[in-house]
């Protein structure tokens, strides 16, 4: 209310965030990993049959002993979300909504939705058995492609459902979520979730009958996909930053409005896959260059992150590309090889990581 914004500079309240501390410390292992390829917006990253498989836009790509890529399919959408089964089978959703299976047990099927309204957001995907895959969508509201438009007008119509693919039925889990990006299964069955708006983990019951459990919260940035850790824990992805200039305009909903309606959308005051690219873009005076040097420490829409998580998904430790940095918005992780391969969307990059990076602890 008005009474509330007019006090709250003398209740001493501000917008604050979360540091960059500890197990989150910052350094450059992001930047400074071998370059695994040279791809055009990395994303959905899954092992199949031994193969390392990822999409590019509409493309389905597999990555070859020989360091070449195979092309495996072309979709007349761009892939979204990506999963495999264990007989090397795959699990592929599409920014138009359809969820399609490429090789195993289900070749040729597609879904045209989950549920039954028909979501048409699928951002991720978990395979929970040969008969059962578990969806994240996004948003009620938009697709994948406008995940931008969902977080400024505040959106919270994100649900996460089970899928019985031998007789179609499709259970709800968890409703009214922003923005679930991310999907572990547990060992119980149980779900955990990468809630990116409300820069959160939570942990859903597998019959979707139990109250939403908050797992990690107050997160740094906006996570997106999850994946197990060979050792135990998880792996997860952080795709963009919080800053207080972006959560100030997430505060004011006439100005916002305004944005939205009269900017266009790589120029909005929020947050991005990669920044830098055009002096059309919104700055803030310490992201400003001096004699020709970005500062690592600076204010920006984007950056890169992956954060390691203990078995009871408290983070450890952290790979990071800064502001000044290349490889940023990292949308996905998946161990292959003994090594993490990062998806670096914003860098155009897929890059190799040594789990025990001495430099990320």
């Not at 020989?66 to 599409?94: K, W």
């Not at 048409?120 to 969508?137: E, H």
């Not at 977080?151 to 693919?165: I, P």
Request: charged share 20%.
């Amino acid at each position: 209310m008005w009474l509330d914004r007019l006090l709250d500079p003398f209740r001493g309240k501000a917008i604050t965030i979360p540091p960059l501390d500890g197990a989150l410390k910052p350094n450059t292992a992001l930047d400074d990993a071998p370059l695994l390829a040279a791809v055009e917006r990395p994303d959905n990253l899954a092992v199949a049959d031994g193969r390392l498989v990822f999409s590019s836009g509409p493309r389905l790509l597999a990555l070859r002993p020989d360091a070449c890529l195979e092309e495996l399919a072309v979709f007349d959408h761009p892939v979204t979300a990506l999963a495999a089964f264990a007989d090397g089978g795959l699990v592929i959703g599409l920014d138009d909504g359809a969820i399609v299976f490429r090789g195993g047990a289900h070749h040729g099927r597609t879904l045209p939705g989950i549920g039954p309204g028909r979501l048409a957001c699928p951002v991720a995907i978990a395979v929970m058995n040969a008969t059962t895959i578990v969806v994240a969508q996004g948003s009620a509201r938009h697709r994948p492609s406008d995940w931008v438009v969902d977080l400024m007008e505040k959106n919270a119509t994100g649900s996460v459902w089970r899928f019985d693919l031998e007789d179609g039925s499709a259970t709800a889990l968890g409703e009214n979520l922003a923005f679930p990006h991310g999907l572990l299964i547990e060992a119980d069955r149980s779900i955990v979730v990468a809630e990116s708006w409300r820069h959160r983990l939570v942990r859903l019951a597998a019959d979707g009958r139990g109250r939403v459990e908050p797992v990690l919260s107050k997160l740094a940035g906006y996570p997106a996909r999850l994946a197990p850790a060979a050792g135990g824990g998880a792996w997860l992805a952080l795709f963009a930053p919080r800053n207080r200039l972006i959560e100030f305009v997430l505060s004011e909903d006439a100005y916002r409005a305004d944005m939205i309606r009269d900017v266009e959308r790589d120029f909005w005051i929020a947050p991005a896959l990669s920044s830098g690219r055009s002096f059309l873009e919104p700055l803030q005076c310490g992201g400003v260059r001096t004699m020709g040097i970005h500062k690592p420490w600076a204010p920006s829409r984007s950056y890169g992150l992956v954060v390691r998580l203990d078995a009871a998904l408290a983070p450890v430790a952290s790979w990071h590309s800064r502001a000044d940095g290349a490889r940023h918005g990292v949308t996905a992780i998946v161990e292959h090889e003994g090594r993490l391969i990062a998806a670096a969307k914003g860098g155009d990059a897929l890059v190799a990581i040594a789990p025990e990076t001495e430099t990320a602890r």
